[in-house]
């Protein structure tokens, strides 16, 4: 057990699809509330900042919420006393990123073939790098967020997702008998990802996904039930 929560400086947080960043607010907001409870106003701006800096990370596909979400950030760390820095040029935690890959390091010729697509988006290039960093390095403890619905989302657009979602079907026909099934609906894939992250790397942690219920009671979702039952010690 962590007394302090989210407040402790171990424990590391990720929206994996943090939209315009509602979710990373709150939880700023709960780091903030639980510093001040503890009397620490002497480094509670401090504190708070490191957090949102170094410790609260939100991942985002889509450029007009990723804007919004730095803003609302960079409004409620103004308006509790930890403003950024332009000079030092502080940013949040925030990444323009697919959350659904780039969660193993890319073999030598696919990252020099992925650099050559980014040669002059500078910007982007280390956008990506700085996520791959969050992704592959550091040992996230919490994943919480609101994952999108899609049941008719499709195939998986790259390989890793594919793979993800491939390992919720197997066994299914020969073990379970279930001959048609859907796997597709994406928050499945966030479902996975948070799996992963907690239960196969970090290896303890939480994970909180509002989804729809279709896991919970559809014979298709029988693989992955198994799995979290066996890998995570309270459902």
Same mark, same amino acid.
């Given at each position: 057990?962590? &007394?302090? %929560?989210?407040?402790?400086?171990?424990?590391?947080?990720?929206?994996?699809?943090? %939209?315009?960043?509602? #979710? +990373?607010?709150?939880?700023?907001?709960?780091?903030?509330?639980?510093?001040?409870?503890?009397?620490?106003?002497?480094? +509670?701006?401090?504190?708070?900042?490191?957090?949102?800096?170094?410790?609260?990370?939100?991942?985002?596909?889509?450029?007009?919420?990723?804007?919004?979400?730095?803003? *609302?950030?960079?409004?409620?760390?103004?308006?509790?006393?930890?403003?950024?820095?332009?000079?030092?040029?502080? =940013?949040? %935690?925030? $990444?323009?990123?697919?959350?659904?890959?780039?969660?193993?390091?890319?073999?030598? /010729?696919? /990252?020099?073939?992925? *650099?050559?697509? +980014?040669?002059?988006?500078?910007?982007?290039?280390?956008?990506? !790098?700085?996520?791959?960093?969050? !992704?592959?390095?550091? &040992?996230?403890?919490?994943?919480?967020?609101?994952?999108? $619905?899609?049941?008719?989302?499709?195939?998986?657009?790259?390989?890793?997702?594919?793979?993800?979602?491939?390992? #919720?079907? /197997?066994?299914?026909?020969?073990?379970? %008998?279930? !001959?048609?099934?859907?796997?597709?609906?994406? $928050?499945?894939?966030?479902?996975?990802?948070?799996? =992963?992250?907690?239960?196969?790397?970090?290896?303890?942690?939480?994970?909180? +996904?509002?989804?729809?219920?279709? #896991?919970?009671?559809?014979?298709?979702?029988?693989?992955?039930?198994?799995?979290?039952?066996? /890998?995570?010690?309270?459902?």
């Amino acid at each position: 057990a962590i &007394p302090d %929560g989210l407040a402790d400086p171990s424990v590391f947080v990720l929206d994996p699809c943090c %939209g315009t960043g509602s #979710y +990373l607010v709150e939880v700023l907001r709960h780091i903030h509330k639980t510093l001040k409870a503890k009397g620490t106003d002497a480094l +509670l701006a401090s504190d708070l900042k490191k957090a949102a800096l170094k410790r609260v990370f939100g991942f985002e596909i889509l450029a007009a919420p990723f804007v919004v979400s730095h803003m *609302q950030l960079g409004l409620l760390l103004q308006n509790m006393g930890a403003p950024l820095s332009d000079a030092n040029q502080e =940013r949040a %935690g925030v $990444y323009l990123t697919n959350a659904l890959t780039g969660w193993e390091p890319l073999d030598p /010729e696919k /990252e020099k073939a992925f *650099q050559a697509v +980014l040669i002059g988006f500078l910007h982007l290039h280390e956008e990506q !790098k700085d996520a791959s960093k969050v !992704k592959q390095q550091v &040992p996230i403890l919490v994943i919480l967020g609101n994952p999108p $619905y899609n049941a008719f989302a499709g195939t998986a657009t790259t390989k890793e997702e594919k793979d993800s979602v491939a390992l #919720y079907k /197997e066994g299914l026909i020969k073990k379970w %008998g279930i !001959k048609k099934f859907n796997l597709d609906d994406l $928050y499945i894939r966030f479902f996975r990802m948070a799996e =992963r992250r907690i239960a196969e790397q970090t290896g303890r942690g939480v994970v909180c +996904l509002i989804s729809n219920f279709s #896991y919970l009671s559809d014979p298709s979702f029988v693989v992955m039930r198994e799995r979290f039952l066996g /890998e995570f010690d309270r459902l």
